[in-house]
Nanobody
């Protein structure tokens, strides 16, 4: 069983930056692809970014490409989402999730087995 705990959410003005963290523990936490998803009020949860177990490859949604960066910390224990040039439409609850594969970068939330509890990001204009 892998546990994921997000942190770093908050309120920021448009154009600002935030860094989200996803701390992994339990099981073979460092052996999985990890992704960030987000869900805005009244909308479906959507893929944001994913990173392979060793950090060698990443994938981004078109809506965040060039503004967000996903990375893994030492020992692959933490996954970060550095968010820049934030827009009001980025307002959402952000979730990190682990996929049992190591090298696939999947964007369907149904492929992710373990989930964190979420952290709220609010961007004001």
């Amino acid at each position: 069983q892998v546990q994921l705990v997000e942190s770093g959410g908050g309120s920021v003005q448009a154009g600002g930056s935030l860094r989200l963290s996803c701390a992994l523990s339990g099981g073979t936490y460092n052996k999985y692809t990890v992704a960030w998803f987000r869900q805005a009020p009244g909308k479906e949860r959507e893929f944001v970014a994913a990173i392979t177990w060793d950090g060698s490859r990443t994938k981004y949604a078109d809506s965040v490409k060039g503004r967000f960066t996903i990375s893994r910390g030492e020992y692959e224990r933490t996954v970060y989402l550095q968010m820049g040039s934030l827009r009001p439409e980025d307002t959402a609850a952000f979730y990190c999730a682990a996929d049992l594969t190591r090298t696939l970068l999947r964007i369907d939330q149904r492929d992710y087995i373990y989930w964190g509890q979420g952290t709220q990001v609010t961007v004001s204009s």
